[in-house]
């Protein structure tokens, strides 16, 4: 894991060296162990590189790399799994008979060479973000990982190129300039994120996950107008797993998928530095992490975070899950004090502004690992490719079923659910929760029926999808001069072709919410910390087998990743994992009432709001009231606010 960056024909007023040791330095998070650059002077291009060694600590392993025949020069950052298996290929092809090391982008130059950039892109597992440079053909080439877990930023601004990992290091270029993008405000306001290829200022965009874009230097205006393209598509593989499906039996299909994890986590284990997992106790990590204690000698070092609201709680899940599997179990315990002393790091952390609540403990607990290890597994991915989510169920039990109901019953019902506020809901359900239906103990009644509330009246899939994909629901009515523009999400030509409308928002969910908030979320925490991550539920392979899975492998009756859990227990004992979903939130809506409130109370000022000039005032005082009243809890869209506000501080 490391940071690269670069720039082309930026006249700087001073040496680029100069400058790329800036933007370089601005990165030192993400390659505290080396850092390099090199330059083109011919084209005045310049690649800088930021080195985090994982793989081969010799300097062997340094970057930006050239190639042994001198043609290509490569800054990369990420981990390619298969680089042995490729080297063997070469080998077998008698490309090659000596290696200076053994790291993997010395094994990617070969490829290059001897393949093509295309042919090797679509031959790599792993994540990666490349800036290859062809100093034969004067063509730069920008490419991303299949999943999108590596970001990549890239844009023009007049004629000056940047590119890099993260917006803090093409900022440090004295040339930069930061003009807001306040139609990407409307995007962070409903997706608590600024999806790609959008980002928060002018000019500049996010490569998408799957992505390559080669752009030739040597004719500037040629290059300007170029644009990415797909090497890997995701809504191809959804619709093809879907027409070839898998037609094994239940225990077939259980054993295809518990290999196919053990290859994955196996070759994610590779490291010549200290590895370990985080650890919720829920399925996903638990599944990882009991699949790579199977694999292993030692006992596995997990991670957890934990808090004294039990309602947020899954420490003691994790930690039963550690015992059981023997691994060697750390935790920490969150208090509103520490998460605190994280919100003045957010800004920094990611550079633009991300609303997500749970990167507050997401950055905790990689700090807490960073302390023992070099490099975490993390669980990401089980709910998008196996059908977790709440809303996959909600759409089966309550989309189909309230289509039948005649609008004006579904609007009386909904104006029932909306009778009580989240908070009575909620005391209510404590106080009945003795004698309910196990199926009625949910965490955050009150909230979730407010929600069903919200989409009972509504009459199409997509608007069911959007409104519980949603923070704000009109985000560019609050805000001054901007537009919302098209994501995938919103454009139907972007949906792919599926069987039932739970496999199309798995197959959205994995394109918007997994790459552009969850891997966003904790590539950067982890980052910050010096902290590799890896998400070995997100190797390409995995996805593939996932869409080859029939919906009844995933969803059955009424129960989310039925295969996934199938697996897990084969290694855990049910009853350390059977209850309800709780995701890795904290209790912001308290938060915001105590010890956050003065904090949210000066950023939200009325006269603030009006001297900035980027947001009505008058609907976001509304709100806070509500909020701090306990009639209505609001966390999530205020919190969008309050970290747009908390990042236009830094600016």
Same mark, same amino acid.
């Given at each position: 894991?490391?940071?690269?960056? +670069?720039?082309?024909?930026?006249?700087?007023?001073?040496?680029?060296?100069?400058?790329?040791?800036?933007?370089?330095?601005?990165?030192?998070?993400?390659?505290?162990?080396?850092?390099?650059?090199?330059?083109?002077?011919?084209?005045?291009?310049?690649?800088?590189?930021?080195?985090?060694?994982?793989?081969?600590?010799?300097?062997?392993?340094?970057?930006?790399?050239?190639?042994?025949?001198?043609?290509?020069?490569?800054?990369?950052?990420? &981990?390619?799994?298969?680089?042995? /298996?490729?080297?063997?290929?070469?080998?077998?092809?008698?490309?090659?008979?000596?290696?200076? +090391?053994?790291?993997?982008?010395?094994?990617?130059?070969?490829?290059?060479?001897?393949?093509?950039?295309? #042919?090797?892109?679509?031959?790599?597992?792993?994540?990666?973000?490349?800036?290859?440079?062809?100093?034969?053909?004067?063509?730069?080439?920008?490419?991303?990982?299949?999943?999108?877990?590596?970001?990549?930023?890239?844009?023009?601004?007049?004629?000056?190129?940047?590119?890099?990992?993260?917006?803090?290091?093409? $900022?440090?270029?004295?040339?930069?300039?930061?003009?807001?993008?306040?139609?990407?405000?409307?995007?962070?306001?409903?997706?608590?994120?600024?999806?790609?290829?959008?980002?928060?200022?002018?000019?500049?965009?996010?490569?998408?996950?799957?992505?390559?874009?080669?752009?030739?230097?040597?004719?500037?205006?040629?290059?300007?107008?170029?644009?990415?393209?797909?090497?890997?598509?995701?809504?191809?593989?959804?619709?093809?797993?879907?027409?070839?499906?898998?037609?094994?039996?239940?225990?077939?299909?259980?054993?295809?998928?518990?290999?196919?994890?053990?290859?994955?986590?196996?070759?994610?284990?590779?490291?010549?530095?200290?590895?370990?997992?985080?650890?919720?106790?829920?399925?996903?990590?638990?599944?990882?992490?009991?699949?790579?204690?199977?694999?292993?000698?030692? *006992?596995?070092?997990?991670? /957890?975070?934990?808090?004294?609201?039990?309602?947020?709680?899954?420490? /003691?899940?994790?930690?039963?899950?550690?015992?059981?599997?023997?691994?060697?179990?750390?935790?920490?315990?969150?208090?509103?004090?520490?998460?605190?002393?994280?919100?003045?790091?957010?800004?920094?952390?990611?550079?633009?502004?991300?609303?997500?609540?749970?990167?507050?403990?997401?950055?905790?607990?990689?700090?807490?690992?960073?302390?023992?290890?070099?490099?975490?597994?993390?669980?990401?991915?089980?709910?998008?490719?196996?059908?977790?989510?709440?809303?996959?169920?909600?759409?089966?039990?309550?989309?189909? $079923?309230?289509?039948?109901?005649?609008?004006?019953?579904?609007?009386?019902?909904?104006?029932?659910?909306?009778?009580?506020?989240?908070?009575?809901?909620?005391?209510?359900?404590?106080?009945?929760?003795?004698?309910?239906?196990?199926?009625?103990?949910?965490?955050?009644? =009150?909230? #979730?029926?407010?929600?069903?509330?919200?989409?009972?009246?509504?009459?199409?899939?997509?608007?069911?999808?959007?409104?519980?994909?949603?923070?704000?629901?009109?985000?560019? &009515?609050?805000?001054?001069?901007?537009?919302? *523009?098209?994501?995938? /999400?919103?454009?139907?030509?972007?949906?792919?072709?599926?069987?039932?409308?739970?496999?199309?928002?798995?197959?959205?969910?994995?394109?918007?919410?997994?790459?552009?908030?969850?891997?966003?979320?904790?590539?950067?925490?982890?980052?910050?910390?010096?902290?590799?991550?890896?998400?070995? @539920?997100?190797?390409?392979?995995?996805?593939?087998?996932?869409?080859?899975?029939?919906?009844?492998?995933?969803?059955?009756?009424?129960?989310? $990743?039925?295969?996934?859990?199938?697996?897990?227990?084969?290694?855990?004992?049910?009853?350390?994992?059977?209850?309800?979903? @709780?995701?890795?939130?904290?209790?912001?809506?308290?938060?915001?009432?105590?010890?956050?409130?003065?904090?949210?109370?000066?950023?939200?000022?009325?006269?603030?709001?009006?001297?900035?000039?980027?947001?009505? *005032?008058? *609907?976001?005082?509304?709100?806070?009231?509500?909020?701090?009243? =306990?009639?209505?809890?609001?966390?999530?869209?205020?919190?969008?606010?309050?970290?747009?506000?908390?990042?236009?501080?830094?600016?």
């Amino acid at each position: 894991m490391c940071g690269l960056n +670069g720039f082309f024909n930026t006249h700087v007023g001073c040496s680029a060296s100069s400058v790329i040791t800036k933007m370089n330095k601005a990165l030192d998070h993400r390659g505290p162990d080396d850092l390099g650059f090199w330059m083109d002077e011919n084209i005045s291009l310049v690649l800088g590189h930021r080195r985090l060694a994982i793989q081969d600590l010799s300097p062997a392993g340094a970057q930006p790399m050239h190639s042994a025949c001198g043609r290509y020069v490569l800054a990369f950052n990420g &981990e390619i799994y298969n680089h042995l /298996t490729l080297r063997e290929l070469l080998r077998k092809e008698g490309q090659l008979s000596s290696w200076r +090391g053994h790291s993997d982008t010395e094994t990617m130059l070969a490829c290059f060479v001897n393949w093509g950039v295309e #042919k090797t892109l679509k031959a790599m597992v792993g994540m990666f973000a490349i800036a290859l440079w062809d100093r034969q053909n004067k063509v730069l080439t920008l490419a991303k990982d299949r999943m999108g877990e590596k970001p990549l930023y890239w844009g023009w601004q007049g004629k000056s190129l940047y590119f890099g990992s993260e917006l803090k290091g093409l $900022k440090a270029h004295p040339s930069f300039r930061t003009d807001i993008n306040r139609d990407a405000i409307t995007l962070l306001l409903r997706h608590s994120c600024i999806p790609a290829p959008y980002s928060i200022y002018q000019g500049i965009e996010k490569l998408r996950p799957g992505y390559w874009l080669q752009l030739p230097l040597a004719e500037p205006e040629k290059a300007k107008i170029a644009r990415p393209q797909a090497y890997w598509n995701f809504n191809e593989i959804v619709e093809s797993g879907l027409a070839t499906p898998f037609t094994g039996s239940p225990e077939q299909a259980i054993d295809t998928l518990e290999s196919a994890l053990m290859e994955s986590i196996g070759d994610q284990m590779l490291s010549d530095v200290p590895l370990g997992a985080f650890l919720s106790g829920g399925i996903d990590s638990s599944t990882v992490v009991a699949l790579m204690q199977a694999q292993s000698s030692r *006992p596995v070092n997990t991670f /957890t975070i934990g808090f004294n609201n039990a309602d947020y709680n899954e420490a /003691t899940h994790a930690k039963a899950v550690a015992r059981h599997l023997g691994t060697e179990h750390n935790e920490i315990y969150m208090q509103p004090e520490d998460a605190l002393s994280v919100i003045p790091k957010l800004p920094s952390i990611y550079c633009e502004p991300f609303s997500d609540s749970s990167q507050i403990p997401t950055f905790l607990v990689s700090h807490l690992a960073r302390k023992h290890v070099t490099v975490a597994l993390s669980g990401d991915g089980g709910d998008e490719l196996f059908g977790g989510y709440n809303r996959y169920l909600m759409a089966q039990q309550v989309w189909n $079923k309230s289509r039948k109901l005649p609008k004006p019953i579904r609007k009386i019902v909904a104006a029932g659910l909306t009778s009580l506020s989240p908070k009575n809901w909620d005391t209510l359900f404590n106080t009945l929760n003795p004698v309910l239906p196990k199926g009625f103990n949910i965490r955050t009644p =009150g909230d #979730k029926a407010h929600k069903l509330a919200g989409i009972l009246n509504i009459d199409s899939e997509y608007h069911f999808y959007q409104k519980l994909t949603s923070h704000w629901q009109h985000p560019a &009515e609050l805000i001054i001069g901007a537009q919302e *523009p098209e994501t995938l /999400t919103s454009e139907s030509g972007c949906w792919p072709k599926t069987d039932s409308f739970q496999h199309a928002m798995m197959a959205m969910d994995a394109q918007t919410y997994m790459t552009d908030d969850i891997l966003v979320k904790v590539d950067r925490a982890a980052m910050a910390n010096s902290l590799e991550t890896r998400v070995p @539920m997100l190797d390409h392979r995995i996805a593939e087998l996932a869409w080859r899975m029939p919906l009844d492998y995933k969803i059955r009756n009424g129960e989310g $990743k039925w295969l996934l859990k199938q697996v897990l227990f084969r290694h855990v004992p049910r009853d350390l994992i059977e209850r309800p979903k @709780m995701g890795f939130s904290i209790p912001l809506h308290e938060w915001l009432r105590t010890s956050l409130r003065d904090w949210a109370e000066s950023l939200l000022d009325e006269n603030l709001l009006l001297q900035q000039g980027y947001f009505h *005032p008058e *609907p976001i005082r509304i709100m806070w009231k509500e909020h701090l009243s =306990g009639k209505y809890n609001h966390q999530y869209q205020l919190w969008d606010i309050l970290m747009f506000q908390s990042w236009l501080e830094t600016q």
